[in-house]
T-cell receptor, first 111, second 117 residues
């Protein structure tokens, strides 16, 4: 079983719609969760972090965490073509300094 | 804050040759990580340093791979006797132990793309 699972997509949404990206993780001891955006041929860029159950909003982005279900999600409101990228979910267990990444979900936002 | 810097950006080498990559982390960050990423996959952990100490190395890493971080500043990753399967993007990232403690995220460099022919 992989540490972090993501649907590889592609997820296609029209411009202006809400894009919903999901991630599950296997270790209940995980405490820190991150979403990275990666454009083709580029390195990952941090867009959100979340540590507590519930929602965390930053501009058009909302991260949601449910530790009981071992589930993390990212919502992108008013999606733009520039949001088209691969979104990586990363999980870090406390007491461990490794970050585990999912394989990413490719998002296509159609004009 | 100049960000994480990696050099070179691209490297093409012939099978069997040795290659070395360099990473300069964000100056106040004491943790430095190396990851490898192949097409369609997420970054895969290779190794990490806290200051100059290499604290963990992936079991997937063969003995052809070695990393150093002398004086706790920049780091080098060397691959000896390269194989075609080593072709990948090698990502360096840094984080701060003091800043937000265990919540500190990874900040990535632009990566080094290795092609082994």
């Amino acid at each position: 079983q992989k540490e972090v699972e993501q649907n590889s997509g592609p997820l296609s949404v029209p411009e202006g719609a809400i894009a919903s990206l999901n991630c599950t993780y296997s270790d209940r001891g995980s405490q820190s969760f991150f979403w990275y955006r990666q454009y083709s041929g580029k390195s990952p860029e941090l867009i959100m972090s979340i540590y507590s159950n519930g929602d965390k909003e930053d501009g058009r982005f909302t991260a949601q965490l449910n530790k009981a279900s071992q589930y993390v999600s990212l919502l992108i409101r008013d999606s733009q073509p520039s949001d088209s990228a691969t979104y990586l979910c990363a999980v870090r267990r406390d007491n461990f300094n490794k970050f585990y990444f999912g394989s990413g979900t490719k998002l296509n936002v159609k004009p | 804050d100049t960000g994480v810097s990696q050099d070179p950006r691209h490297k093409i080498t012939k099978r069997g040759q040795n290659v070395t990559f360099r990473c300069d982390p964000i100056s106040e960050h004491n943790r430095l990580y190396w990851y490898r990423q192949t097409l369609g996959q997420g970054p895969e952990f290779l190794t990490y340093f806290q200051n100059e100490a290499q604290l963990e190395k992936s079991r997937l890493l063969s003995d052809r791979f070695s990393a150093e971080r002398p004086k706790g500043s920049f780091s080098t990753l060397e691959i000896q006797r390269t194989e075609q399967g080593d072709s990948a993007m090698y990502l360096c990232a840094s984080s701060s132990h003091e800043d937000q403690g265990s919540r500190s995220p990874l900040h990535f460099g632009n990566g080094t793309r290795l092609t082994v022919t």
